[in-house]
């Protein structure tokens, strides 16, 4: 291979690598900035011996479910992914909650309110904290 060549494939692939440097910064920056604010916002807490507030608990007529939210580490750090768990063991009081022994039981925090209606949130859904 002559000198002329071997001089222009070191200029492609060193263009390629600064092309791949460029997408990867632009995807870090990306992420850290428009992709999570544009997520949903929970607030979370522990419930007190089960009892969560009705806003904090999804009721469809047929099936009553609750949200947690689990911590995971990500590429670019910490993501929190939201969990849809039914409850199977519940029962409303007087003073306006529902207690929920699934809730008493889980470790993981509880999502009492949401920016979005908690009927639009899934199971694995990234949120943020707010």
Excluded at 104 to 120: G, Q, R, Y
């Amino acid at each position: 291979m002559t000198e002329r060549g071997v001089k222009l494939r070191r200029i492609v692939v060193l263009c390629v690598g600064a092309v791949f440097l460029l997408v990867l910064i632009g995807a870090t920056i990306y992420c850290q900035t428009g992709y999570v604010s544009k997520l949903p916002v929970v607030q979370l807490g522990r419930p007190e011996k089960g009892c969560l507030p009705l806003d904090a608990v999804l009721d469809t007529g047929e099936e009553v479910y609750f949200h947690y939210v689990q911590q995971e580490e990500g590429p670019w750090g910490r993501r929190y992914i939201l969990r849809r768990s039914q409850a199977y063991n519940y029962m409303d009081m007087e003073d306006g909650t529902m207690l929920v022994y699934e809730a008493a039981t889980l470790e993981e925090p509880i999502v009492l309110s949401a920016s979005v209606p908690l009927e639009v949130l899934y199971d694995g859904m990234e949120v943020r904290l707010g």
